[in-house]
């Protein structure tokens, strides 16, 4: 479901103009750096959890983590346009050996402007240990580990923010902005998903089944998800250049589920659920010099049966760099390229 779905998403996507014809904004709230290009070292961090629990009063909960590497690399943004090349660094043998080996694939496409945002992903993770067992495992010992878990997550995320005239959704993200003055704003996030996990045997063993209360045991599941989420996001300015930014979006989320149970029978349903989209950010920001800590996060929660399932979307980098004056080829701009209809034009 999820590969033959990759491909209508990414073209859906690629004809939606990266940016409104026209933006206005307050220049006393806004500073736009469309003179500048900029480069910095970044270190980032992906992951694709998921957790089983008990939709009760107990509050018991059990989740699995892929043992994925860190990424170092670069990011540019130069002709409007921002791009980081990351690379994971290898895991230490000791490592592997208390979390198990995870082959991750993850291709994520964020476009980001003063109103608006965008994602596309996907991601593969085969190989998952269970990082809060019980009874809690001694130090050194391996958590128990499970190398036939395989997730598949493919979605497209957009948000739109309201106040585009005074606050940036981009300043505290790509620095593509700085905001001069606190400011923030009502956003609507929506995000269409497909996922899916898999094992060679029943995900949950006879003891967990009992500890979550579940009566239903199950190889794997798949959903679809098609959520909008009203919110509010806000950047914080301290001292000038100090910022701090946050971003909650939550709202429902109409799913199509269907799940393999161990006797190989199949059951299928649609349901209401949830959606959380989450971002934040923390840092520092001048006409010269930037840093900062982002996250981003999306959930998606399934209740079925007797049994909440979460999955969980995590992106966190930690960057800094530098904005330098454009000079000759520099100084042009992508959307040049563009059809009228794609190109941007800032009115003050």
Known sequence: MVRTAFAVIALLFCVVPSAPAQQRYDSTYIKSYKDKFFAWPVAKHRELTFSLEDPGTSGRAIEFKPNNAYGLGMGVYMFD???EFVFGMPQTQDRENLYGTTRATDLQLNILSRRWGGDIVYQRYKGYYLSNPEPPVQPG??????????????????????????????????????????????????????????????????FYKSFLGQTQSFNSLDFRTYAIAPGYAHNFIIKENFFASVLLAIGPAIQDFRFLDTNGEFHTDTRVNSYFDFRAAIGYSNDKFFTGITLSSQSRNVVFEDVRFRSISTTGRILFGWRFTEWGFLKRSVWELLPPWGKKKEIH
Do not use: C
């Open 81 to 83: 346009l921002g791009l």
């Open 141 to 206: 010992s391996p958590y128990p580990q499970r190398p036939d878990i395989v997730t598949e997550n493919l979605g497209i995320n957009g948000i739109y923010a309201f106040n585009a005239h005074r606050f940036s959704l981009r300043s505290s993200f790509t620095f593509a902005d700085r905001q001069l003055k606190s400011a923030g704003g009502f956003v609507i996030a929506g995000s269409f998903n497909l996922y899916e996990m898999d094992g060679d045997s029943a995900i949950l063993n006879p």
